[in-house]
Nanobody, 119 residues
Framework: EVQLQASGGGLVQARGSLRLSCAAS????????IGWFRQSPGKEREAVSC????????YYADSVKGRFTVSSDNAKNTVTLQMNSLKPEDTALFYC????????????WGQGTQVTVSS
């Protein structure tokens, strides 16, 4: 069974840190890119970061550059999003998704993990 399991969310004060994990099962990250998305009430879903497990290339939204770091551990089939210097505007439900290499759409989605940053 293909599954993406996101975890690590929680409540943190502004300027704090959280580490989100996205564990994949049923498929190998070697052939996929993993993206992190977030959505808060009343706002559209936003692509936060992405990593290609095949070549390690990464993407960051301007809003998180310099604060968030995405990494992949292919041996553990897990992608981590390290979030530092968190701001109240980072509060959202964070999702991870997987896209087959060369594909144009996200094949699999995990459930969300809530991140709440208090001021």
């Amino acid at each position: 069974e293909v599954q993406l399991q996101a975890s690590g969310g929680g409540l943190v004060q502004a300027r704090g840190s959280l580490r989100l994990s996205c564990a994949a099962s049923g498929f190998s990250l070697d052939d996929y890119a993993i993206g992190w998305f977030r959505q808060s009430p009343g706002k559209e879903r936003e692509a936060v970061s992405c990593i290609s497990s095949s070549d390690g290339s990464t993407y960051y939204a301007d809003s998180v550059k310099g604060r968030f770091t995405v990494s992949s551990d292919n041996a553990k089939n897990t992608v981590t999003l390290q979030m530092n210097s968190l701001k109240p505007e980072d509060t959202a439900l964070f999702y991870c998704a997987a896209k087959l290499r060369g594909g144009s759409y996200w094949n699999y989605w995990g459930q969300g993990t809530q991140v709440t940053v208090s001021s």
